[in-house]
């Protein structure tokens, strides 16, 4: 959602855009940002759009869970939040589980390929996006939904309450270990690009002939290659998307493959 103080705070180079999570905002700060100026701004906002909190994001994600890099600016020091997203509802804490709004069209994308009973194993599924939209749109039988972050687990387990899908089988455990889940699966999902390679490999050596795989790649190209040649050159076979584009030469591509 946009601040209605964006043009003005677009034009100081702040921040870009104001997300608004139930009644916290927040801002995408630039790489280096004057902390004061940044502060005041976030107060003034937070008055005009009526929230309870402003924190900034700096780029990137950290750790093996991913976690977003936040810093909080104004008001009450709180990021667990309420946060609606294709007709679901979520609660998390932004700063203990991953969080990114630019995924949205893709959980609700695959949902949507989803088929009625399907047996779906989701290997990272953070506070259940994902498996919670595969069971609540797709009608999916059963969603196994893997997480290494206990705070994803807590969340999912929330979550799947709150929306009314007990298909959704939240797991805390190690998706890229023995999972013998997988084996049963029609579907795949494994959105964790940075590490598609491991993922692709323990999908490869343990599912069934033609199960659906949604996997989400990390492409590296050099100047004037096209991400989407690239990633088909690396899982050849498959429907490619860029989801996003992390430098001018780092794209996360989406890949729908049938083993
Ligand atoms: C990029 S996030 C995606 C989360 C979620 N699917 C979403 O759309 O918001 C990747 C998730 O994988 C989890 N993860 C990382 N390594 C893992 C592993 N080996 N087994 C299971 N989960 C893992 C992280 O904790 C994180 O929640």
Request: avoid cysteine; glycine fraction near 14%.
């Given at each position: 959602m946009e601040g209605s103080d964006t043009e003005g705070i677009k034009s100081l180079g702040l921040w870009k855009r104001v997300e608004v999570l139930g009644d916290v905002g927040i801002i995408s700060l630039p790489f280096q940002y004057d902390e004061k100026k940044a502060r005041e701004l976030a107060q003034r906002l937070m008055k005009q759009m009526r929230l309870r909190s402003i924190w900034g994001r700096l780029r990137g994600t950290e750790g093996e869970h991913r976690l977003g890099n936040y810093v909080h600016l104004a008001?009450?020091?709180?990021?667990e939040v309420i946060y609606k997203e294709n007709g679901c509802t979520f609660f998390l804490d932004f700063r203990k589980v991953f969080f990114s709004q630019t995924l949205s069209f893709e959980h609700l994308r695959v949902a949507r390929e989803v088929r009625r009973g399907e047996i779906i194993v989701n290997m990272f599924s953070g506070y259940g996006p994902f498996s919670i939209l595969a069971a609540k749109l797709?009608?999916?039988?059963v969603v196994y939904s893997f997480d290494i972050n206990p705070y994803g687990y807590y969340y999912m387990h929330i979550n799947r309450w709150i929306n009314r899908t007990p298909q959704v089988i939240p797991i805390l455990r190690?998706?890229?270990?023995?999972?013998?889940e997988i084996r049963e699966a029609d579907r795949i999902i494994a959105p964790l690009p940075e590490r598609w390679r491991n993922a692709w490999e323990v999908i490869v050596k343990n599912a069934r002939k033609g199960v659906m795989v949604n996997l989400y790649v990390e492409v590296q190209v050099e100047r004037e290659e096209d991400p989407l040649q690239k990633a088909s050159l690396m899982i050849p076979g498959g429907k490619y998307r860029v989801?996003?584009?992390?430098?001018?030469?780092l794209y996360h591509v989406a890949v729908d493959i049938q083993l």
């Open positions: 008001g009450e020091k709180r990021s797709g009608d999916a039988s190690d998706s890229l270990g023995r999972v013998r989801v996003r584009s992390l430098k001018p030469s």
